[in-house]
Nanobody, 119 residues
Framework: QLVESGGGLVQPGGSLRLSCVAS????????MGWFRQAPGKEREFVAAITTGGLFPKYSESVQGRFTIGRVNAKNTAYLQMNNLAPEDTAVYYC??????????????WGQGTQVTVSS
């Protein structure tokens, strides 16, 4: 099971840190990903990280602004989001699986947390 938190309303240029806490499995054996879905759009890849916290991977739209990380000892993955823009508004999902940018690499998903960027 994955539970996200940390979403909310933020002004353009602001920051948020999303967390994803895992339970019921061996967290350290899963690659972790973050995806998002805006209203009327398909779910899209945001970031991914390997089991050991290596090789962070980002979509072009968030590269340089977002940072993915994990603390295996705490069964937690996080997504630090800086310099947020209105186009970042979406429901953000964390996912556990192998690793990569394709949604089918992941077989366990959280319920999502809303991020709204607006003045």
């Amino acid at each position: 099971q994955l539970v996200e938190s940390g979403g909310g309303l933020v002004q353009p240029g602001g920051s948020l840190r999303l967390s994803c806490v895992a339970s019921g499995g061996t967290f350290s054996s899963y690659g972790m990903g973050w995806f998002r879905q805006a209203p009327g759009k398909e779910r899209e890849f945001v970031a991914a990280i390997t089991t050991g916290g290596l090789f962070p991977k980002y979509s072009e739209s968030v590269q340089g602004r977002f940072t993915i990380g994990r603390v295996n000892a705490k069964n937690t993955a996080y997504l630090q989001m800086n310099n947020l823009a209105p186009e970042d508004t979406a429901v953000y999902y964390c996912a556990a699986g192998t690793y990569g940018s394709a949604a089918d690499k992941y077989n366990t998903w959280g319920q999502g947390t809303q991020v709204t960027v607006s003045s």
